[in-house]
């Protein structure tokens, strides 16, 4: 995998990217650049193509225009996995877990996908003690350590949700992409959510989708605003909060 040999290089540089289906535009000449470490949220009205982006940096979709960049490599036609293996990650707006067994099962399954903790454990039926010990670090920080053996369904909604964000920072990646991490939760789950997102930004780079305002400005370093899929703002938090334009897109003032 690739190391970072400038803090200052963009982690993802996005240039002039567009996605048309026909003649349907859903994305128009997107233009980005996510630093290292960053917490960086992605606002916009329903329907402005925030998650058609997210999936074309993902390789889920191919772009009709314009170049991808990561960790100064070009990614723009790159199959999912490898840019998994080159360390982007990805949670969705929908939890993806294995329901009906535990919460250290689904958290060994996430770590068979990376080669350096491989074992033959669904032959074998063994795992690493020292991934153990990792899965425990990380699940004290969210108080789940103590839930490892039920089984996921048995779990509130927000414990979920966490638990999602946990198996893909088990997998370090240089980048992860949240897709609406705070939907459907409540006041609590969304506060520990919040405290959970924020702490890991300090080792990954963070880049998630918030269809809230109030919370993304609250939460995020920089702040990119699409809109009719387009980047119509760009900044910190108190720039886009005093946006005339933003303010109408979003409040009707």
């Known amino acids: 995998m690739s190391k970072i040999h400038n803090k200052k290089t963009p982690v993802l540089k996005i240039t002039n990217l567009s996605k048309n289906y026909g003649g349907l535009q859903v994305l128009s000449e997107v233009n980005l650049q996510i630093g290292y470490q960053e917490l960086h949220a992605l606002i916009g009205p329903n329907g402005a193509g925030k998650t058609t982006l997210f999936d074309i940096i993902c390789g889920f979709i191919k772009p ?3 170049t991808i960049s990561f960790l100064d490599h070009d990614i723009t036609y790159l199959p999912p996995y490898k840019r998994t293996h080159l360390g982007i990650g990805r949670t969705f707006q929908i939890t993806t877990l294995f329901r009906s067994i535990s919460v250290l099962d689904n958290l060994r399954l ?3 996908a990376l080669q350096d903790s491989r074992l033959p454990f669904l032959t074998s039926y063994k795992f690493s003690e020292k991934n153990v010990e990792h899965i425990k670090d990380l699940l004290n920080l969210c108080g789940l350590w103590e839930k490892v053996n039920i ?3 048995a779990l509130p909604y927000g414990l979920q949700r966490q638990l999602e964000i946990v ?5 370090k990646p240089k980048l992860l992409l949240l897709d609406e991490p705070m939907a459907g939760l409540e006041a609590g789950g969304r506060i520990s959510m919040m405290n959970l997102i924020k ?3 300090k080792d990954t780079t963070i880049f998630f989708i918030e269809h809230d305002m109030s919370i993304a400005l609250q939460m995020a370093d920089r702040v990119t605003v699409l809109h009719q899929g387009k980047v119509l703002l760009q900044g910190s938090p108190s720039e886009i909060q005093k946006n005339n334009e933003i303010q109408k897109i979003y409040f009707g003032r």
């Open 64 to 66: 009709s225009n314009g």
């Open 110 to 112: 996430s770590l068979e």
């Open 151 to 153: 089984p996921v369904f």
């Open 167 to 171: 198996m893909a920072l088990i997998q």
């Open 199 to 201: 702490t890991f930004a």
